[in-house]
């Protein structure tokens, strides 16, 4: 009997270490991810800032918005265009966003 109290609560504290341990990892990746976020931030400004004065202008935010908007759209338009013509169809059109709603539903519904 003794023997199975001395097992099940080392299986316990093995629980708790390894509970403790992954907080540990999960905090550290954070910390790494959040460093990772400032740096693409960081490099971001600098880009955006074209006349390097250290500040960003409406007119140097909007010039960049769009030319990430263009850049997106030229993306986006290649994942629809199923048959690679540079032309949309309807078809193509509407199955691109059946297509993508089926994803984000299996995403949000796994089995
Ligand atoms: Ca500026
Ligand atoms: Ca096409």
Redesign the pocket.
Known sequence: MNKILLLSSLCVTCLYVSIANAQENISVNLDKLQSAFNKIRSEEFTK??????????IK?YQKYLIQKTLDGSEQSFANMDADKNKELTKDEYVKFGEDTYKKIHQMNNPK
């Open positions: 955006i800032d074209e006349d390097k004065n250290g500040t960003i202008s140097e």
